[in-house]
């Protein structure tokens, strides 16, 4: 029974924060701090249930980079990632800090200076109706040359040409496509630019990734 309802609770969490705005998101963490729990717990949940973890494709590719470059993990979790690459300097934000690795904001707005780190990760991170704003942040914190790695649930895909060629107007170029895989896709982006006339490009909208009742 209890079983059931973490599930069910699991679900419902899901579904808010793939349907609201992230600043909606935040609010709801803290009016219910254990809403942010119970998500987690169900995320790991399915993490188990995958063939592959992407998170653990990006920390072996960060492994074989430089040790000096400048990390920010957009929506962390539990920081995993940061605890995988001691040696070098990782960020992590989240919408609520499970631990003292991880700083709690929305990443629409992050703390971090203009041009001031070398990759931005979004690992199944992108929730939210207002993606834009978080690749926006992204833009503006990335250095010129700097990286974005993306990795998503390939069925939220249901315009990927749309996907690239958006997130190409907020200033990235695309240098890396994985999308054979069955389950998730992956994406390495270049800054290539300053984002300017964000106004112009549309809302990027993701089909949200729903987890059924088992
Ligand atoms: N990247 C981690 C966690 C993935 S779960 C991993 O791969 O293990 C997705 C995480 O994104 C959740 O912890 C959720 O709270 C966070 N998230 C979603 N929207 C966010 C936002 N606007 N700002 C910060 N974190 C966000």
């Known amino acids: 029974m209890i079983v059931q309802l973490n599930a069910a609770r699991f ?7 793939y349907t609201t705005t992230s600043e909606k998101a935040k609010a709801m963490f803290k009016r219910d701090p254990e809403a942010f729990k119970s998500y987690h717990v169900g ?18 590719w960060l492994k074989k980079q430089p040790k000096d470059w400048i990390i920010a993990d957009f929506g962390c979790g539990d920081a995993k990632l940061s605890m995988s690459v001691p040696q070098t300097k990782v960020h992590s934000f989240d919408l609520v800090a499970a631990n003292n690795r991880v700083t709690a904001c929305d990443m629409a707005h992050t703390p971090l200076k203009p041009g001031s780190v070398d990759v931005v990760v979004f690992c199944l991170s992108l929730m939210g109706t207002n993606i834009k704003d978080f690749i926006i942040e992204a833009n503006r914190v990335l250095k010129k040359g700097g990286i974005m790695k993306v990795a998503e649930v390939e069925s939220r895909f249901t315009n990927l040409n749309d996907f690239l060629l958006n997130v190409s107007r907020l200033g990235f170029h695309c240098t890396q496509k994985d999308v054979q895989q069955k389950y998730f896709y992956m994406f390495d982006f270049k800054k290539n630019r300053d984002c300017k006339k964000a106004k112009d490009v549309p809302e990027i909208a993701l089909k949200p990734c729903m987890y059924k009742k088992r």
Do not use: A, C, D, S
């Open 43 to 60: 995320y790991q949940n399915q993490v188990e249930q995958w063939p592959i973890n992407p998170l653990n494709v990006i920390i072996t």
């Open 11 to 17: 679900r419902m969490v899901n579904e808010e924060l």
